[in-house]
């Protein structure tokens, strides 16, 4: 199955919407509060509706999953488990946690004095985000997190 669903996820649910963004896919975080507008961007982007609202109702939506937990982690895993969603760790850190866009690679050269000494010498890949100009890298931290997602998913 190679369907990417897309997302959008309400207000209670910031984290986990930046968790979905951290595993490379493209969630949309609603500030609005109105239940007609997610229920539009739903529909108009295919999106699926993640919320802990209960008074949203799944048939107005393009999909709307219902999130149990408080909990990020079991919120990420609700997800995971009730989409069959297959992870793929190329994908993970692709997009920019805080706006959403798929990172861009960028030369090792142009970054030489946007990131810290120890960071340029160990690493030879960068991305940035096209948005807000964050770099990434595939750091130690990098590591730790695939680690983390495969105990816990
Ligand atoms: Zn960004």
Same mark, same amino acid.
């Given at each position: ?56 109702? /799944? ?7 219902? &999130?149990?937990? $408080?909990? #990020? %982690?079991?919120? =990420?895993? @609700? ?17 920019? /946690? ?7 690679? &960028?030369?090792? $050269?142009? #970054? %030489?004095?946007? =990131?810290? @000494? ?36």
């Amino acid at each position: 199955m190679n369907y990417e669903p897309k997302f959008i996820v309400d207000f209670m649910c910031g984290r986990l919407a930046k968790w979905l963004r951290i595993l490379g896919y493209d969630a949309k975080f609603s500030r609005d509060t109105s239940r007609n507008k997610i229920l539009m961007d739903s529909l108009r982007e295919n999106r699926i509706i993640l919320t802990r609202d209960t008074r949203l109702s /799944s048939k107005k939506a393009y999909k709307l999953i219902l &999130i149990r937990s $408080d909990k #990020v %982690r079991e919120q =990420v895993s @609700q997800v995971i488990k009730e989409l069959h969603l297959k992870l793929d760790k190329n994908k993970f850190f692709s997009r920019c /946690s805080i706006c959403n866009v798929v990172v861009q690679s &960028i030369s090792k $050269d142009s #970054v %030489r004095d946007c =990131v810290p @000494q120890y960071v340029y010498e160990t690493n030879d890949e960068f991305f940035y985000c096209p948005e807000c100009k964050r770099i990434y890298w595939q750091g130690s931290h990098y590591t730790l997190f695939v680690k983390e997602v495969e105990k816990n998913l």
